[in-house]
């Protein structure tokens, strides 16, 4: 199994700077993927977190808003830009290897844009 | 990706067994049924998959139509800790992104 840690847990920004959330996995992990989850709604695939080069985008989502970094197998970070009340929602990281069954969940980051 | 239809919300009486329905018609022959469930203000935590068998665990069981167009997750014996979430997502391995559906809202009534 694998523990994800994100960090913040919860944070309220101002509109128009920028978040940076951290996800931090217990062990070495193939793959690392990016969820966002507006309020009362399910999970949507951002992007895949591509270890040593840019990450996949889902329609929709782009680098300029969404920029991502994974410099090893345990770290990612997802930057949300420019931000605007429209991105409050909860930011979940999820994590998952070749060798494991399941895929697994940090707790979120609960993000408010005022 | 394979489209899930699954039932908005449903309740079930403590101490009884909740099953939950999912279609899945458009599955892949490669793709595993998997189960995750979301408890309020947690990240989704997986239940349960299977291909074509009936699988059980310490969670729940889970059983595939032997057409794989259709699957049901079953909590032998609901708790009030049970009430989430819960998400039918075919899909491969752990390593593979999912698309998640809207869900069924299940209730445990005291």
């Known amino acids: 199994s694998a523990v994800i840690s994100q960090k913040p847990s919860r944070d309220i920004c101002q509109r128009g700077t920028s978040l940076t959330i951290q996800c931090q996995v217990d062990?070495?992990?193939?793959?690392m993927f990016w969820y966002r989850q507006q309020p009362g709604q399910s999970l949507t695939l951002i992007a895949t977190?591509?270890?040593?080069?840019?990450?996949?985008?889902e329609s929709g989502f782009v680098i300029d808003k969404f920029p991502i970094s994974r410099p090893n197998l345990t770290f990612s970070t997802l930057t949300v830009s420019n931000m605007s009340p429209e991105d409050s929602s909860i930011y979940l990281c999820?994590?998952?290897?070749?060798?494991?069954?399941?895929?697994?969940f940090g707790q979120g980051t609960r993000l408010t844009v005022v | 990706d394979a489209k899930t239809t699954q039932p908005p919300s449903m309740d079930c009486a403590e101490g009884r067994a909740a099953n939950l329905p999912c279609n899945h018609s458009?599955?892949?022959?490669?793709?595993?049924v998997y189960w995750y469930r979301q408890i309020h203000s947690q990240g989704p935590q997986y239940i349960i998959h299977?291909?074509?068998n009936n699988e059980t665990n310490e969670m729940a069981s889970l059983i595939i139509t032997e057409d794989r167009k259709s699957s049901t997750l079953i909590l032998p014996h609901a708790t009030l800790r049970d009430t989430a979430v819960y998400y039918c997502?075919?899909?491969?391995?752990?390593?593979?992104?999912?698309?998640f559906g809207t869900g069924t809202r299940l209730t445990i009534i005291p």
């Open positions: 977190a591509n270890q040593g080069s840019e990450a996949t985008y």
């Open positions: 999820s994590a998952g290897t070749v060798l494991t069954l399941e895929a697994f």
């Open positions: 299977g291909l074509k």
């Open positions: 062990s070495q992990v193939t793959m």
């Open positions: 997502i075919p899909s491969g391995f752990g390593n593979e992104k999912l698309t």
């Open positions: 458009t599955i892949s022959g490669n793709e595993y």
